[in-house]
């Protein structure tokens, strides 16, 4: 059975960079990000994004994050795939844990999750994973 992980996340580092841009079109970037846990996910991500922004300011973005702490008290690595959108207030993401990524305590970590991040200083971080180990 699955046990369900909840946290919340500060950005503590952003560095993007424009990749392609097409005139009156979209544009796609490149952004790593570092991140903090606390709650029942613990430590620090760092993850690298593509996105792709519209003109009104929506976008999607694909990424990969690494991920060092504890888990569930449980200590290790491991990596998390992200699928996600922005709708110009708020980015959400599906999560799935990279199969064979879990590292220590978290050697066989399965599962998936999602994470949700309003913009600005007052934006409400959170991330839930449901997984096994």
Request: no cysteine.
């Amino acid at each position: 059975m699955a046990t369900q992980a909840n946290a919340v996340f500060q950005i503590a580092g952003w560095g993007e960079n424009e990749i392609l841009e097409a005139p009156g079109g979209s544009k796609v970037t490149h952004a790593k990000v570092s991140r903090s846990f606390e709650g029942d996910l613990e430590g620090d991500g760092t993850v690298e994004w593509l996105m792709s922004y519209e003109e009104g300011g929506t976008a999607i973005f694909v990424g990969v994050e690494r991920i060092v702490g504890k888990l569930g008290g449980k200590t290790g690595t491991f990596v998390v795939q992200h699928d996600g959108s922005f709708d110009g207030e708020t980015a959400t993401a599906e999560l799935v844990i990279v199969p064979g990524s879990g590292t220590g305590d978290l050697n066989g970590l399965k599962g998936k999750g999602r994470f949700e991040a309003g913009m600005g200083a007052e934006g409400k971080r959170s991330v839930t994973l449901d997984y096994d180990v």
